[in-house]
Each structure stands twice: as structure tokens, then as C-alpha cells.
């Protein structure tokens, strides 16, 4: 989805667990049924949120950047595969 977004934009994701609203900036998965989720709170505190990868729900929208500040980008990140030998 975020790919095709202009420089003016960004893609937000929101994570809501019932206290309190989580802003994602990183996806990991360790595992395909874990997904641990880094961003910030509303207080902007580092905030990391594990959960089982189906029961994850979030809201996405598309907003404007208003200058200067620039566009964030979520990071996915995946596990490095397993050396074979």
C-alpha cells in the first residue's frame, strides 16, 4: 500500500488494544504466527505489542505530510533465513 504513495504522504497504521491507541512504525514477524509490532504511543513512548499474526487487526489510512516534516515509511522486517550447509 505504500509503495505507491507520493512523498506527501504516508501510510499510517494503527494499533488499538482497548487502553490505548499504538502507532505502528515496524512490523516483525519471528515466526508466521507471531507478529511483534514497534511504534508509539500516545505519550510518544517506544511500544512493542506481541500478538498471534490472525488476531492482529489494525486501521490503515493514507494521510498528508505537511511541510517540512517528511513522509514515515513502516519498516517490515522478516528473520534471516537459516544458513544451509
Known amino acids: 500500500m505504500q509503495?505507491?504513495?507520493?512523498?506527501?504522504?504516508e501510510l499510517v497504521?494503527?494499533?488499538?488494544?482497548?487502553?490505548?491507541?499504538?502507532?505502528?512504525?515496524?512490523?516483525y514477524a519471528p515466526s508466521p504466527q507471531v507478529l511483534v509490532l514497534i511504534g508509539i504511543d500516545a505519550?510518544?513512548?517506544?511500544?512493542?505489542?506481541?500478538a498471534r499474526a490472525d488476531a492482529v487487526q489494525?486501521?490503515?489510512?493514507?494521510?498528508k505530510v505537511v511541510a517540512p516534516a517528511n513522509a514515515v515509511r513502516i519498516n517490515f522486517i522478516t528473520p534471516p533465513k537459516p544458513k544451509t550447509e
Open 3 to 9: 509503495n505507491a504513495l507520493r512523498d506527501d504522504s
Open 13 to 27: 497504521a494503527l494499533y488499538h488494544n482497548g487502553f490505548e491507541t499504538l502507532r505502528v512504525l515496524e512490523f
Open 43 to 50: 505519550e510518544r513512548n517506544v511500544t512493542r505489542v506481541i
Open 58 to 63: 489494525l486501521t490503515c489510512k493514507v494521510m
